[in-house]
C-alpha cells in the first residue's frame, strides 16, 4: 500500500521497493475496479433513448429517417452496454498492459537493462496509477451529471473537454477525445521507474518510456490530419 502514496510523491522509493519484489496486482485490481464501477454508473443513469440518438450522430453517418429507426431498434440498451463495457473493460486492460510490458522486456534485452518481464508489467501497471486520477474524476462527474450527459464530457483530464470542445465530425475530435494529459504523468513515472532499474541516463529512460505514446497519438495525428 505504500507504493500506491510513492508513486505520487516520491516515485523512485517506489520503483526501488519494487526491483526487489515487482507487483501489479494492486494496481490492476483498481484500475479494473474503477473502469467497471464508472461504465456501470454511467450506463444505468444515461437517458438510453438520448445515448441512442448521440451515438447515431457521433458516428457521423449519412442515414435516413428508416436506416436511422432501423439502427436503433438494433442497437442494445444502456444498460446492456453498461454491463459489456464492465466485462469487456477489465479484459482490455489485461491485453494492454500485457502488449506494453511485451515492449518494454525487448526495450530492456535492446538496450541491456535486463529488466524481466515480470519487472516491465510491473512498470506498466504502476506507472498508470497517474492516469487512473481521470477515473476518479470521470466517476465524480456521472454522479452529479444529468441523464443526458455524453461521457467523452466527463473525462476532464483529456485535451477536450479541458482545453477544447471539438465538433464529432472534426478531424482531430478523436484525437482531442482520447488524448489523456495525465498520461504525460505516467511517462514520466515510468521513466523514473526504468531509470532506477536500468541505472541508465534519463535520456535512454524518457526515450523508452515515451516511445509508445508518440507511436500511438503520432498514428492517430497522421489519420487526423488525413482527414483534414
Known sequence: MSNLINIFVEPGKAFADLKEKPTFLLPLALMMALTVVMSLLYFNKVDTEWFTSHQLAMSGSEMSAAEIEQARKMMPSASVIGII??????????????????????????????????????????????????????????????????????MLTNVDPLIVQLPSDHAWSSFAKNFNLLSLWSVVVAAIGWRTWSRGGWGQAFTVALIPTLFIFGCMAAWAVLKS
Do not use: D, R
Not at 469487456?88 to 511485451?102: H, N, S
Open 85 to 154: 463495457s464492465a466485462v469487456m473493460g477489465p479484459i482490455m486492460i489485461v491485453i494492454v498492459t500485457l502488449v506494453m510490458a511485451l515492449y518494454y522486456f525487448v526495450a530492456g534485452k535492446v538496450t541491456g537493462a535486463g529488466v524481466s518481464y515480470k519487472h516491465s508489467v510491473s512498470l506498466v501497471a504502476w506507472s498508470g496509477v497517474p492516469s487512473m486520477l481521470s477515473l476518479v474524476v470521470a466517476i465524480v462527474g456521472i454522479i452529479m451529471m444529468a441523464p443526458q450527459t455524453a461521457l467523452e464530457s466527463l
